[in-house]
T-cell receptor
């Protein structure tokens, strides 16, 4: 089984709908991250969490919210999806911070029509 | 702010050719530098890293040397294989815990038999 699991793998939705992307990990890491990947733009950080009580905005948090339900679970919500949120979304974890290895999930491809 | 610039892709090579993917960066302080690889349909995986000037990171036949004087971290491999076909991301982390890794836009490498 994958260490970092994202669900769903693919999602198509309409403008204005609420969407939740889920991430769970079995690595026992405290730190979890959400990134989005757009063609030609690389990866950009949306939100990150260093433990269950800690939530921090990243570079592009507008239009998104997150919930850290437990050490192993970190979900990303789009309250009212818009077409420019169409992207590939990655969850990642790390043990002791960004100077160390990040472990990525396989991604969720979201299309907002 | 921090930034990472990679050569544009796609880069197409024949099997057993020599590979160089250029990466230069702008950062405050003394960042750690990384190369991540993304195989089709998968999340990113750490390929190698270097945490201080003149360090050489290496893994799976790939190498990159942290060059402070030229602010570069070019990825090299002496003889590429078809299985090396992937997207390669250069990234940096300049410390402080916030803001995440800064990624380049990615370079798509295609190796032809």
């Amino acid at each position: 089984d994958a260490d970092v699991t994202q669900t769903p793998r693919n999602r198509i939705t309409k403008t204005g709908k609420r969407i939740m992307l889920e991430c769970s990990q079995t690595k026992g890491h405290d730190r979890m991250y959400w990134y989005r990947q757009d063609p030609g733009l690389g990866l950009r950080l949306i939100y990150y969490s260093f433990d269950v009580k800690d939530i921090n905005k990243g570079e592009i948090s507008d239009g998104y919210s997150v919930s850290r339900q437990a050490q192993a679970k970190f979900s990303l919500s789009l309250e009212s999806a818009i077409p420019n949120q169409t992207a590939l979304y990655f969850c990642a974890t790390s043990d002791s911070g960004l100077n160390e290895k990040l472990f990525f999930g396989s991604g969720t491809q979201l299309s907002v029509l | 702010g921090n930034s990472v610039t990679q050569m544009e892709g796609p880069v197409t090579l024949s099997e057993e050719a020599f590979l160089t993917i250029n990466c230069t960066y702008t950062a405050t302080g003394y960042p750690s530098l990384f190369w991540y690889v993304q195989y089709p349909g998968e999340g990113l995986q750490l390929l190698l890293k270097a945490t201080k000037a003149d360090d050489k990171g290496s893994n799976k036949g790939f190498e990159a040397t942290y060059r402070k004087e030229t602010t570069s971290f070019h990825l090299e491999k002496g003889s590429v294989q078809v299985s090396d076909s992937a997207v390669y991301f250069c990234a940096l982390y300049s410390g402080g815990g916030a803001d995440g890794l800064t990624f380049g836009k990615g370079t798509h490498l295609i190796i032809q038999p």
